[in-house]
């Protein structure tokens, strides 16, 4: 079977845009609901709901595929999960190590998605001794003075970062160092990498924080609101003055595409 370490996804030399790769999870996470209920095709604006997404987009995104679907008839559903799991290079082993088991690490490690999705957790490891040879997930933890060995043997090219912030660039460099590429990063810092590295990064503190910050303001806008009603202002024209004075602060969080930032998509 293919591995990480010798195939890497054609997206890049393909010239699709960032932004639409983002969005390819989400479109085989609802294609994949999709197939599930035997469901043979679908429309462009239902693929596009159960994403998350408008359908003009996802059109777009799918041209950089090539496909188009049927006029009248859709997307072929199975078609699709295939196409778009080659392009995400899915259709593949991707060995996988997580460094760190911890809460965090021992969750992701339970965690029955990544087999079902091209990924197998080829192993785990850890800085504590007293963790040694304990298994997690029917996996038994490894010390990281053997990661360089571990990466090489098992031929990884992705790895996963659960230890706390003051570990993690350490980590990082002995996972550059050892061969890793892609990196997938939950602790609470900011790694530095060579050019050539890719590294994600999943903070659910600050998910939270920018969360509080839109239930703050919503908080305020509603007794403004009130206020202005019983003024004698019409509430129609305060809702349009709120809705203008949240517009500039909702854009700062956007992206590119004038998409809101997703964590990983479950």
């Not at 996804?9 to 294609?31: D, F, K, M, N």
């Not at 997580?98 to 850890?126: E, K, T």
């Amino acid at each position: 079977m293919a591995t990480g370490r010798t195939h890497r996804p054609a997206t890049r030399s393909r010239g699709i845009p960032e932004a639409t790769v983002a969005r390819l999870p989400l479109y085989l996470r609802a294609l994949t609901a999709l197939s599930e209920r035997s469901v043979p095709t679908v429309s462009s604006e239902e693929l596009a709901a159960a994403a998350g997404v408008n359908s003009a987009k996802l059109r777009k995104d799918f041209s950089y595929l090539g496909s188009y679907g049927t006029r009248g008839v859709g997307y072929d559903v199975e078609y699709l999960v295939y196409q778009i799991s080659r392009e995400l290079g899915l259709t593949q082993d991707w060995p996988v190590v997580i460094v760190g088991i911890g809460n965090l690490g021992a969750a992701l490690a339970n965690y029955g998605g990544f087999a079902s999705r091209g990924f197998r957790v080829a192993a785990l490891i850890d800085a504590d001794p007293a963790m040694a040879g304990k298994p997690v997930a029917g996996i038994p933890v490894q010390h990281t003075d053997d990661l360089e060995k571990i990466i090489e043997d098992n031929g990884v090219s992705i790895g996963v970062i659960a230890t706390p912030a003051g570990a993690a660039q350490q980590v990082c460099d002995r996972l550059v160092g050892a061969g890793v590429t892609s990196i997938l990063n939950f602790a609470p810092t900011v790694l530095s990498v060579p050019d050539g590295v890719d590294v994600r990064k999943v903070d659910l503190s600050i998910e939270l924080q920018i969360l509080a910050f839109h239930e703050q303001r919503k908080a305020g806008e509603e007794p403004a609101l009130e206020t202005a009603a019983g003024d004698g202002a019409q509430p129609a024209a305060a809702s349009r003055e709120a809705a203008a004075a949240a517009a500039p602060a909702a854009s700062a969080d956007q992206g590119p595409d004038g998409d809101v930032p997703a964590v990983m998509p479950a």
